[in-house]
């Protein structure tokens, strides 16, 4: 069942070089995936290294149950990781499960960031890679300006960006250019956030 079409929103890559002074400071992002006011898993980022040669790795686990009898209808679990240095990406492997369906990507710089929505260098360039199946899509990214987000830690003030075209996302990121929040449709019309913690 394709409920998300997570592929395509949680693995991106853009062509812009990285802002190294946008690492998380404590070293992780991480946040609940919510959908349908239900925690149906987790999705977090780990660096290690400093902002001249660096790694993130990028754990996804989304098990979505029916209702009353708990049995699973979809599940979704991605593990990748980026390496960097001067800026620039030098290699990206990945290791997905789509429902059942098993995909290994292993690729060098193609000229595009991961975007596995990170940092907010993606508003800043047109094209994007998944970093499941590599594919590069075409992205625009509109300015919908600061906006005060809920995180499990508290409000948070971000800016709030619409990104349309071969991807649709609502992104936030806080005063530091990391990933605050992430809002999208699933296959079904229903809405999944990435909330924070």
Not at 1 to 27: C, D, T
Not at 64 to 69: C, F, Q, T
Request: proline share 3%; no cysteine; aromatic share 8%.
């Amino acid at each position: 069942m394709r409920l998300f079409g997570i592929a395509l929103g949680l693995a991106v890559a853009l062509a812009a070089p990285v802002n190294a002074l946008s690492l998380p400071s404590n070293g992780k992002l991480s946040f609940d995936v919510v959908r349908k006011g239900k925690d149906i898993g987790n999705h977090s980022y780990k660096f290690s290294g400093n902002a001249g040669s660096f790694t993130v790795k990028v754990d996804t686990d989304i098990v979505v149950k029916l209702p009353l009898i708990r049995t699973t209808v979809y599940s979704f679990r991605h593990k990748s990781v980026e390496s960097w240095k001067g800026g620039k990406l030098q290699q990206l492997s990945s290791s997905t499960n789509d429902d059942g369906e098993p995909r290994q990507l292993k690729t060098a710089n193609k000229g595009a960031l991961p975007a596995s929505l990170w940092n907010d260098d993606i508003v800043r360039s047109g094209k994007l890679m998944n970093t499941i199946d590599g594919k590069i899509m075409s992205v625009r990214a509109a300015d919908l300006g600061m906006e005060t987000v809920k995180t499990k830690k508290g409000n948070v003030s971000t800016h709030h960006y619409q990104l349309s075209g071969e991807l649709a996302r609502d992104v936030w990121y806080d005063g530091e250019g990391n990933l605050a929040q992430v809002m999208f449709k699933a296959d079904d019309g229903s809405t999944v956030m990435y909330i924070r913690k």
